[in-house]
């Protein structure tokens, strides 16, 4: 009998369901939600009222799309952490309900095991042990992979994500919400040394923004009141010079970690690991220190239930089920 899962992502306002069988995921659907973006941000009982309204349909989809039965589910797979608490509730309540209706096993999955694992989806797949640099709004972590479920974290953020870094910095430049990929989007057509900013020292594989952030808030008050329109007429090269910062800083790190492991097998993954210059960056630093690179394709990167599939495919291998009474968590370490 094939291995068929239903996988369920609902960690922060994506809605998204996937099913994967032996291996292999036939459908990945994600729906998103639009009503975060007039208050700059997630707002967490819209979106857990959004993630009620859009499940129903999203699993029935993705079902369909993968031609898959669910009375021919051999697991339900979801997201038990991290995330925001009432998102995950929404995932873990219907998963839950869906494997005991179904009398089938119960898969509980952490997000950022299944960024890592979002490599696995599609031809080349890295071979072990590998780096993995993850890296989104809420994360930035070097992982080292020694099995599917065999994972350490050997380097992290002390405070701000990195993309969380490129959000603040376009909330600062006056862009909409998300702003992150607008400042990718500008930096394509400004000068990345135009302006300089400080790469923070941190000792060892960890990584810090805030203070980057911190140095950028000063570098535009003292700018805009020199000129009042000084970052409209230099927008493009503000844009080109923070992401330019920001990802020397994520690449140093990486060729550090790679150095004193002497691993050259290196991934990225992670809602930020879209974002076109570092995709390009990691490129360039593989070819310069002999990497063998992988990158997911762009629908695995942002948070989506493909990954979610991909984790428990290895999960229901290994028997690692979860009991019927597991609970959700805002926050959990990586395992």
């Known amino acids: 009998m094939p291995i068929s899962i239903l996988a369920i992502e609902s960690s922060c306002d994506e809605t998204s369901a996937a099913v994967i069988v032996d291996g292999k995921v036939l459908s990945n659907i994600i729906a998103n939600q639009t009503v975060h973006e007039q208050y700059g941000g997630v707002v967490p009982e819209l979106a857990s009222r959004a993630h009620q309204e859009n499940i129903v349909p999203v699993v029935d989809l993705a079902l369909r799309k993968s031609g898959v039965r669910k009375e021919d589910l051999s697991a339900i797979a979801f997201t038990q952490s991290p995330g925001l608490i009432g998102s995950l509730l929404v995932g873990s309540c219907f998963a839950k309900s869906m494997a005991l209706a179904l009398n089938i096993p119960l898969i509980g999955i952490h997000h950022m095991q299944a960024h890592v694992l979002a490599n696995f989806i599609d031809d080349p ?60 989007k500008y930096a394509k057509e400004g000068d990345p040394h135009k302006y300089r900013f400080p790469e923070p020292q941190i000792p060892g594989l960890n990584f810090s923004f805030s203070g980057l952030k911190t140095a950028i808030l000063y570098f535009l008050q003292e700018n805009k009141a020199k000129q009042a ?19 020397t800083i994520l690449m140093n790190k990486l060729v550090k970690a790679s150095k004193e ?75």
Request: negative net charge; aromatic residues 10%.
């Open 125 to 184: 797949k890295p071979a072990f042990p590998f780096l993995c640099l993850t890296v989104s709004g809420g994360h930035t972590q070097i992982v080292l992979c020694e099995s599917p479920l065999n994972m350490k974290v050997i380097g992290e953020t002390l405070d701000d994500a990195a993309g969380e870094a490129f959000d603040k910095s376009a909330k600062l430049l006056g862009l909409p919400y998300p702003g992150g990929p607008l400042v990718d």
């Open 229 to 247: 329109d000084f970052v409209d007429v230099h927008l493009k090269d503000i844009c080109a010079s923070i992401q330019h910062r920001i990802i």
């Open 261 to 335: 492991t002497g691993i050259k097998e290196v991934c990225v993954a992670g809602g930020v690991s879209a974002n076109s210059g570092l995709r390009n960056a990691l490129q360039e630093y593989g070819a310069k220190h002999g990497w063998n690179v992988y990158i997911p394709a762009f629908q695995y990167c942002t948070d989506n239930a493909g990954m979610i599939a991909m984790a428990a495919h290895y999960k229901y291998l290994a028997g690692a089920f979860s009991p019927l009474d597991t609970i959700p968590s805002a926050r959990a370490a990586f395992e």
